[in-house]
């Protein structure tokens, strides 16, 4: 089997060959950049600039030679910021630095030089029609795809890799708290439900308009579209189930049914959302999500046997592998190994499964540990 022919296999929850490996074509199962570096160290790989996909989190680029190096089967593709709405650095007198993006959401830089939430351009006006005011992002500009296009003509010709699009923007509930603040956005559910459902219908159209613009575009060159919501927090969801189901489902399901709609072909999306998301993954697959990332193993109730035989016959588990919290920093290449192995006997039976760390890797995973997990997939990921 090709890559593509692998994960589409195992997508459709058949057994391929082996277990496919994704390393970077989702936003978050690449690495970041002071990681890559001490990796292409390693390995002696030659690496000239380094091309970030986002700035806040600092995570890199790959390219396509250095994904096959690492075995993926997968390949990521990843919608830019036009030249109008460019991220923005600002200093204050402290000595502060602060990213703004297009949306207008400020984030302060932490010492490892990514960046955290600091502040929304609507905590203080969205009740009062702040909305209206704020400078929205245009969805649809030919610079958004610029690098897409790029890297699509930079493949094979051979039509063997699995091309995953990721998203343009946060998620719904997501963005939403970001350009209100958390708690105001929940409370806003509660007690101004017709305010916090003006702003989410705003950024379902945003989404809409994109992904229909962007799929006339691209043809029927996707394989797999990423969508997220961090919904989950390491003990219990961010938000109650009832709420999930009341305000956000819906708009997750109107979301999902307008790209499977548009797509040319068959596309499958492939939803992220971190923590304890247990009592909301039903109504995951409901909305139309065929595959499940990153499976947080060290959150509450995420337990992959219990994951595996809930939902093993409907969502494909994108995820989960290893631990890059855990795991990954603190084993021997060996105890990777026999993790790894342990976590494959699980996941990989009758399909269904394409393995990927948890998170993007982190700069205190050694390079040795990054090796032995694309050794691992290898040698015990074969059917």
Same mark, same amino acid.
């Given at each position: ?5 692998? %994960? ?10 082996? %277990? ?22 390693? /390995?002696? @790989? ?10 806040? @989190?600092?995570? !890199? ?20 910021? =036009? ?7 600002? #200093? ?41 005011? /704020? ?14 296009? #790029? ?9 063997? =890799? ?5 998203? *343009? ?5 997501? /963005? ?8 105001? *956005? /929940?409370?806003? &559910?509660?007690?101004?439900? #017709? ?6 219908? +705003? &950024? ?36 109650? $189930?009832?709420? @999930? ?41 409901? =909305? ?22 809930? *939902?093993?016959?409907?969502? !494909? ?6 631990? %890059? ?16 192995? +342990?976590?494959?006997?699980? *996941? ?8 990927? $760390? ?6 205190? !995973? ?16 074969? @059917?």
């Amino acid at each position: 089997m090709n890559s593509r022919q692998r %994960v589409l296999t195992a997508i459709n929850h058949r057994e391929p060959d082996r %277990v496919p490996f994704d390393f970077g074509a989702a936003s978050t199962s690449g690495i970041i950049r002071d990681a890559y570096q001490q990796l292409a160290d390693h /390995l002696n @790989y030659g690496r000239e600039d380094i091309e970030l996909i986002d700035k806040k @989190y600092q995570t !890199v680029q790959l390219d396509y030679s250095f994904s096959q190096l690492a075995g993926s089967d997968a390949f990521g593709l990843y919608p830019s910021y =036009t030249d109008d709405w460019q991220i923005s650095v600002e #200093e204050n007198e402290q000595g502060g630095t602060f990213l703004i993006d297009e949306w207008g959401i400020r984030y302060k830089k932490m010492k490892d030089g990514s960046f955290i939430n600091y502040r929304g351009p609507l905590e203080d006006t969205w009740l009062d029609d702040g909305i209206e005011t /704020l400078k929205w992002p245009e969805p649809v500009d030919p610079r958004r795809l610029t690098r897409v296009h #790029e890297r699509l003509e930079g493949l094979p010709e051979d039509e063997g =890799t699995t091309k995953v699009m990721n998203f *343009f923007t946060q998620g719904l509930f997501e /963005l939403s708290t970001w350009l209100v603040g958390y708690e105001e *956005f /929940l409370t806003g &559910l509660i007690r101004q439900p #017709e305010k916090a459902c003006s702003l989410l219908d +705003r &950024l379902v159209e945003i989404k809409k308009v994109f992904w229909g613009w962007a799929l006339d575009e691209l043809g029927g060159s996707i394989d797999v579209i990423k969508q997220n919501d961090d919904l989950g927090e390491k003990q219990k969801p961010l938000i109650s $189930p009832d709420l @999930y189901r009341k305000y956000l489902k819906p708009r997750h399901k109107e979301l999902h049914r307008f790209i499977k709609k548009h797509a040319e072909g068959d596309v499958y999306i492939l939803f992220h959302s971190d923590g304890s998301i247990l009592d909301l993954i039903e109504d995951f697959i409901e =909305t139309g999500v065929d595959i499940l990332n990153p499976i947080q193993l060290s959150a509450n109730k995420m337990d992959p046997k219990v994951l595996k035989k809930r *939902f093993g016959d409907s969502v !494909v588990f994108w995820g989960g592998g290893i631990d %890059v919290s855990t795991e990954l920093p603190a084993k021997t290449p060996s105890e990777i190994k026999d993790i790894i192995k +342990r976590r494959l006997d699980i *996941f990989a039976p009758d399909g269904g499964f394409v393995f990927a $760390p948890t998170q993007s890797i982190q700069s205190d !995973v050694p390079p040795e540990n990054v090796v032995a997990t694309w050794e691992a997939v290898k040698e015990y990921g074969k @059917y």
